[in-house]
């Protein structure tokens, strides 16, 4: 855990995995690389790097600048080992490429928030405290309340479908629509109110807040996560040097769906190979220590020709 209480998320996991495509028993030779996608505070990268060869270096990105200058602090001890950049993980390979490198040996994106953002009200994440209804990792472009206040009431219904999931979203869209003709909605905390009000009274039993999915939804459509995981994917079996470990936690079903089949298409072209077939999902000491980890999901290939 780091000074700020953040947990990386199935570390010994991540670590049983990739740590063999990075130490003296991995099949790479000479200087190694690992890329962090999704750098976030520095905590996977820490302990990777941890478990390399004092050779090996590290390419962190994150869209969130503020997560960079705390990693930054991190891994300080790195020295010149460390090299960050502020970009979408979906251009990874633009980022290596400024970064002389054309092949990882380790390859990471940890598709979670940081628990920074998640906890900062300002940033309009989460509805467990009021706050802006922003939901953008970099503080440029459209935001939640930007989407909730202009897009028609099918759009936003498909919207909410789509991306969260959610099978009252025509529901939850008519009474946004409804709600903002009295006054725009520009708070996290109202946003949940409305879409609270619109949930079936009875006949439904919530196992999490019913504003959870239309939250997830918009934060997905704010930032473009899916078209970035769906370019990132297709980049990274290339970005992987011979013996290279590739890993990917997600969690969300439409995330790991596409995690899952870009991995399966790799290992049926004979290039790669499956390194587990079934999810890791986190133990119950991990989830009872972090209770965000339940729903994360690790799944990773290896490189073999």
Known sequence: MDDAGHLPVLLDEVLELLAPACGEHGQTTGKRVIV????????????LLGSAGSDATLIGIDLDES????????LVRFGRRV??????????EAVMAEAGVTSADVVLADLGMASTQVDDSLRGFSFQADGPL???YRLEGRTAADLVNTLGESELADLIYRNGQDRHSRRIARAIVRARKRERIERTEQLARIVAGAAPRTGVRWKIHPATRTFQALRIAVNGELKSLQRLLEKMPGLMSVGGRAAVISFHSLE???VKRAFAAAAEAGTHRLLNKKPITGGAVEIYRNPRSRSAKLRAIERIQ
């Open 83 to 92: 090299r960050l950049f502020e970009a979408d993980f979906a251009d990874t």
């Open 134 to 136: 922003d939901m953008r």
């Open 67 to 74: 997560n960079l200058l705390k990693t930054k602090e991190r």
């Open 256 to 258: 790991d769906r596409l």
């Open 36 to 47: 962090d996608c999704t750098v976030g505070l520095g905590g996977h990268a820490e302990a």
